[in-house]
């Protein structure tokens, strides 16, 4: 893992800038991926200093979101499309499932009936 040379938080926690070691000098507003464990990052352009790339944070911030937002619409995409070819929505098959477990509860008590009056003429 690369070592991190400066780092400050920003926007009350929800992202960071950083600059690694490797190149002090080049900074970066970090933030994570909501719902995953996993970052995403955009240089901060023009910012030399860690109160300069601080300053100028929110417009990384501004364009990382949108890609996040961008993102986030893909996969939603990709996964009703992946529904619709697959035929099998996940709420219908839930319900499908609840609806199957119900029914059986429902037959095994007219069993258990049918069985308990047969018992009973005998």
Request: proline share 3%.
């Amino acid at each position: 893992m690369p070592n991190i040379a400066e780092k400050s938080k920003v926007f009350g926690g929800k992202g960071v800038v950083l600059s690694f070691t490797r190149a002090p000098d080049v900074f970066l507003y970090r933030e994570l991926i909501p719902g995953t464990k996993k970052y995403r990052y955009k240089v901060i352009d023009g910012a030399n200093t860690l109160k300069a790339a601080i300053d100028k944070s929110l417009d990384a911030c501004n364009a990382l979101r949108s890609e996040i937002l961008e993102h986030a619409q893909e996969v939603a995409i990709r996964k009703a499309q992946y529904e619709i070819e697959t035929n099998s929505p996940r709420e219908r098959a839930r319900m499908i499932t609840e609806n199957m477990v119900r029914s059986k509860k429902v037959s095994i008590r007219k069993c258990l009936n049918n069985f308990l009056d047969e018992e009973q003429k005998k």
